[in-house]
């Protein structure tokens, strides 16, 4: 059931301070982010690039006016598969005061629509081993835990 007032749409760069305050508020993320205003260029920086980026569309959930949630969608074209192109999903958030209003879900499935429309083959996704509320989440979608995953910070 579609939830009412939910618009999903690309992110605009005067939605930046809001994508940065749900980051900020994640305490799991371990990210770092901030919403110090020193930090702002740097945000602004990253918007841009990924706004001039033809694989990669920043999104916000707006519920009646307010950005309520964001994610990302990248797409890769490589050679496995013979040649198939690939969604990433990335930096899923929901607004703490919102979730449990299917806002999260209403974003995923658009995620997996537009990648579909898009020609992708899968739609692939990271999560942190400790957030298991969003493994069954996403399980309850479809997602299956096909693979191990691994980073190396640089």
Request: aromatic content about 8%; some cysteine; charged content about 20%.
């Given at each position: 059931?579609?939830?009412?007032?939910?618009?999903?749409?690309?992110?605009?760069?005067?939605?930046?301070?809001?994508?940065?305050?749900?980051?900020?508020?994640?305490?799991?993320?371990?990210?770092?982010?901030?919403?110090?205003?020193?930090?702002?260029?740097?945000?602004?920086?990253?918007?841009?690039?990924?706004?001039?980026?033809?694989?990669?569309?920043?999104?916000?959930?707006?519920?009646?006016?307010?950005?309520?949630?964001?994610?990302?969608?990248?797409?890769?074209?490589?050679?496995?598969?013979?040649?198939?192109?690939?969604?990433?999903?990335?930096?899923?958030?929901?607004?703490?005061?919102?979730?449990?209003?299917?806002?999260?879900?209403?974003?995923?499935?658009?995620?997996?629509?537009?990648?579909?429309?898009?020609?992708?083959?899968?739609?692939?996704?990271?999560?942190?081993?400790?957030r298991t509320g969003a493994h069954r989440f996403?399980?309850?979608?479809?997602?299956?835990?096909?693979?191990?995953?691994?980073?190396?910070?640089?």
């Amino acid at each position: 059931m579609p939830l009412t007032g939910l618009l999903i749409r690309p992110a605009r760069p005067g939605d930046l301070p809001a994508l940065v305050a749900l980051f900020a508020a994640d305490a799991l993320g371990g990210h770092g982010d901030t919403c110090d205003a020193a930090a702002l260029d740097a945000y602004r920086a990253a918007f841009d690039a990924i706004a001039a980026d033809p694989r990669a569309t920043l999104y916000a959930a707006e519920l009646d006016g307010r950005v309520a949630g964001t994610f990302q969608i990248v797409l890769v074209r490589s050679l496995p598969g013979r040649g198939a192109l690939r969604a990433f999903l990335e930096a899923v958030q929901v607004d703490a005061a919102l979730r449990g209003r299917r806002i999260g879900e209403a974003m995923v499935r658009f995620a997996m629509a537009e990648a579909g429309r898009a020609g992708a083959a899968s739609l692939a996704l990271t999560s942190n081993k400790v957030r298991t509320g969003a493994h069954r989440f996403y399980r309850r979608l479809g997602f299956a835990n096909s693979h191990e995953g691994f980073k190396i910070e640089l």
